[in-house]
C-alpha cells in the first residue's frame, strides 16, 4: 500500500524559512515522480514543484523559483522554502506517480497516490 506523509509544517514570519518532509512508503521504484502541491483558501490546487528520481530533474512553479527547491534522499523528498511570503500560506500536499517517462509535471492529473497535506502559514 503506498503511502505519503508530508511534516514540517508550521507557523513562520515572513521572510523566514521552512522545510517539508514527504516520506513515502509502499513502492521502491527509481521511475517515481514527486510532486508538491498546495492550496490556499478558496483557490485551487497549485503545483509547487516536483522531482524525478529517474533523471534528478525537478520542475517549480513560476511563484517559487528562486526561493523554493526540491531535494531527495531515498524514499524522502524534501521541499526547502526560502524567503516566504503570507501568500505562501496553505497546506502543502506531496504527491506521487510511477512513470517512465523522463522528468516530471506540476499537473495535479498527473499524480496517483496523495499525502494528507501539512498546513504552513506565513504570517507576522
Known amino acids: 500500500q503506498v503511502q505519503l506523509v508530508e511534516s514540517g509544517g508550521g507557523l513562520v514570519r515572513p521572510g523566514g524559512s521552512l522545510r517539508l518532509s514527504c516520506a513515502a512508503s509502499g513502492f521502491i521504484s527509481n521511475f517515481v515522480k514527486i510532486g508538491w502541491f498546495r492550496q490556499a483558501p478558496g483557490k485551487e490546487r497549485e503545483g509547487v514543484s516536483c522531482?524525478?528520481?529517474?533523471?534528478?530533474s525537478s520542475n517549480y512553479g513560476d511563484s517559487v523559483k528562486g526561493r523554493f527547491t526540491s531535494s531527495r534522499a531515498s524514499n524522502t523528498v524534501y521541499l526547502e522554502m526560502n524567503s516566504l511570503k503570507s501568500e505562501d500560506t496553505a497546506v502543502y500536499y506531496c504527491a506521487a506517480v510511477v512513470s517512465a517517462y523522463r522528468g516530471c509535471d506540476l499537473s495535479r492529473e498527473s499524480y496517483r497516490y496523495w499525502g494528507q497535506g501539512t498546513q504552513v502559514i506565513v504570517s507576522a
Open positions: 522531482i524525478s528520481a529517474r533523471d534528478g
